[in-house]
């Protein structure tokens, strides 16, 4: 189907259903709906960004409750305005749809917010090891933290440290050697830790690396030296993230409140827990009864070995969502990281890390044919899949699955290739045949593609997220910030995608760029797409949820490098505000 064909289909039976529907409305109440049930809000305003092409142009748009009920010319929605009715006219500010976030971790995120940031500028302040052994040090002081007390950070960039390296063990134990301390790398697929950590981990010089991951040692030894790699960082430390990190379910109901409100800042009104363990699904699904999420929150149980392969009722999967959750798929996890040189390709890296062969090419996360089999299961039985495939040899694997799967028949399943960073030609192709949807870690370019060149050489890192080469294809795709591996900051993943500048001032491939409003629909109706809510979501159109955001100026008339400073003034979700702008 072309790229933008489901969109007719999609505004065709909504206007057909709304013609019925108010067919029936007007038999019922004898009058025109619009003045017998004004609206509860009216935007006017010349830079609305409907993302529908039957509405391009579009002056007015009017809500009432949680829906969209009008769009079009200013003079035809007037009629929605009642005495009640709250009319905004925007002047110099944009409304656009509210984004959808194609692959998050919101779990990682309410952990994140009470951590400490050891991310590099612009994230976070850390520039050395040196800075970060002082804040964990002066963190212990300040905050009386009793010895054996767990201490940990997030976000540390090897690339960009000025030692040019990863914390170890020995520069953690300076900041302390009475608390176990844990650094999570930027990736998410990393940790460093000290040795009391280390201690408690049970990791020595006689514990083997696991499948899927490396314990790092310090060189001509055995002995760990505090840097893990993807299983052997997962094994470890998925005790302390389990739930979202959160034992006490007050702690944990404010957590998810938290970073609810904080994807809100951003415009995000659909956030994404991708890999969710069976303690997050039902801690989400227990807040939520209590009061209902401000936003939509979409959960992926994750797969990753025998154990976490639950039976298929016991995932939970629904179209629908319940008080603002709903169990939207499985999560598979087929490799590492390209940051963190975990990603697993067919060639070799150019710069690969420290010690390892001139052939390293990386490894797989999880075995091939448990990854076969389940995907089969699942597709069998109509529960979404979605697969971390960074590098093209995960990718193969993820393409493999879902083929085998599909067994020659055509199933609309829209599997979703998640960061496929280093997606080859002939990848994208096969996607396409087979009806799989590649959403890229678009943000890449900005925060590591100076990093990528090293790692893969220009050939390659001049494609990551090769997004333009999906666009000529008309392959469906979304784009991501993986959350908290980046903040969800939206417009800065439509910057990146657009100008695609390194933060050498770089242009990483500039034959892969898009246009403004191309990576908008990757936000958004795209996206919706992604998740089979195109029918809702993803669009200012009427009989569509009232998810909405409100830009303090027009993103589309701006330099690509100012696009990233636009302010986010409000977010509506369901009709309501979530969030406002002081």
């Known amino acids: 189907m072309p790229f933008f064909?489901?969109?007719?289909?999609?505004?065709?039976?909504?206007?057909?259903?709304l013609v019925v529907s108010?067919?029936?409305?007007?038999?019922?109440?004898?009058?025109?709906?619009?003045?017998?049930?004004?609206?509860?809000?009216?935007?006017?305003?010349?830079?609305?960004?409907?993302?529908?092409?039957?509405?391009?142009?579009?002056?007015?748009?009017?809500l009432r409750g949680a829906d969209i009920v009008a769009v079009g010319r200013r003079g035809d929605v007037e009629a929605w305005v009642g005495e009640s009715t709250r009319v905004v006219d925007l002047g110099e500010r944009a409304l656009v749809p509210g984004f959808i976030d194609a692959h998050g971790h919101l779990g990682m995120v309410m952990q994140m917010l009470d951590l400490l940031n050891?991310?590099?500028?612009?994230?976070g302040p850390m520039e050395s090891i040196e800075d970060i052994v002082s804040a964990f040090h002066a963190r212990i002081t300040e905050k009386r933290i009793p010895a054996g007390e767990f201490v940990m950070g997030y976000g540390y960039d090897d690339s960009l440290l000025?030692?040019?390296?990863?914390?170890?063990?020995?520069?953690?134990?300076?900041?302390?050697?009475?608390h176990p301390i844990v650094i999570l790398h930027v990736s998410g697929h990393l940790a460093t830790v000290n040795s009391a950590a280390l201690a408690i981990l049970g990791f020595d010089e006689t514990t083997e690396n696991p499948y899927g991951g490396v314990i790092r040692r310090r060189p001509g030894t055995l002995i760990p030296n505090g840097v893990l790699e993807e299983s052997a960082a997962h094994m470890g430390l998925a005790q302390m993230f389990e739930g979202g990190g959160q034992t006490d379910p007050t702690d944990f109901a404010r957590s998810v409140r938290r970073a609810i409100a904080y994807h809100a800042s951003y415009g995000v009104t659909t956030i994404q827990d991708g890999a969710s363990s069976p303690a997050m699904v039902q801690g989400l699904r227990a807040v939520a009864t209590r009061e209902p999420f401000a936003l939509d929150v979409a959960v992926f149980p994750a797969f990753r070995a025998e154990g976490e392969a639950a039976s298929l009722e016991a995932v939970g999967y629904s179209r629908d969502y319940q008080n603002g959750v709903r169990v939207a798929g499985v999560?598979?996890?087929?490799?590492?990281?390209?940051?963190?040189?975990?990603?697993?390709?067919?060639?070799?890296?150019?710069?690969?890390?420290?010690?390892?062969?001139?052939?390293?090419?990386?490894?797989?996360?999880?075995?091939?044919?448990?990854?076969?089999?389940?995907?089969?299961?699942?597709?069998?039985?109509?529960?979404?899949?979605?697969?971390?495939?960074?590098?093209?040899?995960?990718?193969?694997?993820?393409?493999?699955?879902?083929?085998?799967?599909?067994?020659g028949e055509e199933k609309d399943h829209r599997s979703v290739t998640i960061h496929a960073q280093l997606a080859r030609e002939d990848q994208l192709d096969a996607m396409k045949r087979l009806g799989i949807v590649p959403s890229f870690f678009a943000a890449h370019p900005f925060f590591w593609g100076d990093w990528h060149r090293l790692s893969f050489g220009d050939d390659r890192a001049m494609r990551i997220s090769p997004l333009r080469s999906a666009r000529d294809r008309e392959l469906p795709f979304t784009i991501h910030n993986d959350a908290p591996i980046v903040p969800p900051d939206i417009l800065r993943l439509i910057e990146v995608a657009v100008g695609r500048k390194t933060r050498k001032g770089v242009i990483l491939g500039e034959d892969q760029r898009l246009g403004f409003e191309e990576a908008l629909h990757a936000v958004t109706l795209g996206a919706a797409y992604q998740y089979f809510e195109e029918d809702r979501k993803g669009s200012i159109s009427v009989g569509k949820q009232a998810d909405l955001v409100i830009l303090e100026r027009d993103p589309g008339a701006l330099s690509v490098d100012e696009i990233g400073e636009v302010e986010i003034l409000e977010t509506i979700a369901r009709g309501r505000t979530v969030f406002a702008a002081p």
């Open 5 to 17: 064909r489901y969109v007719d289909l999609v505004h065709a039976t909504l206007l057909a259903s």
């Open 22 to 62: 108010l067919s029936i409305l007007g038999c019922m109440s004898g009058v025109d709906s619009p003045v017998r049930y004004p609206a509860d809000v009216v935007f006017y305003g010349e830079h609305i960004y409907t993302v529908e092409p039957s509405n391009a142009g579009a002056e007015a748009v009017a």
């Open 118 to 123: 050891a991310s590099s500028p612009p994230v």
């Open 162 to 178: 000025a030692e040019g390296r990863h914390p170890n063990r020995d520069d953690l134990d300076r900041a302390s050697s009475d």
């Open 331 to 407: 999560k598979f996890v087929l490799d590492g990281s390209p940051q963190g040189r975990t990603a697993w390709l067919t060639r070799p890296y150019e710069e690969g890390p420290p010690g390892v062969a001139a052939d390293y090419v990386a490894y797989p996360m999880v075995k091939p044919a448990f990854y076969k089999l389940h995907v089969k299961r699942l597709i069998d039985a109509g529960i979404p899949v979605i697969a971390h495939a960074n590098g093209d040899a995960a990718i193969d694997l993820m393409i493999e699955g879902v083929e085998d799967a599909l067994a």
